[in-house]
């Protein structure tokens, strides 16, 4: 299955994602590409692919990717190769932007998606500035970004407030794991124990 995180710069997706990858069982994360550059604490492969532009431009030309938007005059976008391998095996999360969460609504209607909302608008603010990765206009954008990307919670399965990060988690991991009961889901690998109904005499 495969679950799309959204929500503004700063609500804590990225945070609520590691844990998740770090805590549960057959779940799989989709390195994005982008280029923008790369932070100091950040691994080109692991956090993301780090292209140039050129180079993401022609992806688009050939058609690789499965969505991708222009974020902060940076380009993001998620490759079709990258999803498709990865979410054959595993359930896979997507750490992505609004605009890529409806693209992917448009083409994959079976994808869980879920909206990370921060406590209150002071909050959001708060933690971009703690973060000290970018200067005061960069966060002025960010935040202006924000107010429009909340206007879309309603597009979303799943709305999650990060106000307590353990509880933001529990909650995230309680939504995949009860998408992992739905009988669409599980199908498959409950016909065995079905099967050995019928087989006993």
Avoid: W
């Amino acid at each position: 299955m495969l679950f799309i995180i959204s929500g503004p710069s700063g609500c804590g997706k990225s945070t609520l994602v590691k844990r998740v990858l770090r805590e549960m069982e057959n779940v799989d994360f989709s390195v994005s590409f982008t280029t923008r550059s790369k932070r100091d604490n950040e691994i080109n492969g692991k956090d993301y692919f780090f292209i140039d532009r050129d180079e993401f431009e022609d992806m688009i030309e050939k058609d690789k990717f499965l969505e991708y938007a222009v974020v902060h005059k940076e380009y993001y976008g998620s490759a079709k190769k990258e999803v498709e391998k990865k979410s054959a095996r595993k359930d896979l999360l997507l750490d992505i932007d609004v605009q890529g969460a409806r693209q992917i609504r448009e083409k994959m209607k079976k994808a869980v998606f879920i909206f990370i909302l921060p406590p209150v608008f002071a909050e959001l603010k708060r933690r971009l500035e703690k973060r000290g990765q970018e200067n005061p206009e960069s966060i002025k954008k960010r935040l202006e970004e924000a107010k429009k990307e909340i206007r879309h919670y309603p597009d979303f399965d799943y709305v999650i407030v990060n106000d307590d990060l353990e509880k933001a988690l529990l909650k995230l991991k309680s939504i995949i794991l009860s998408v992992r009961c739905r009988l669409d889901v599980s199908q498959k690998n409950i016909l065995p124990i079905l099967r050995s109904f019928s087989d006993e005499s």
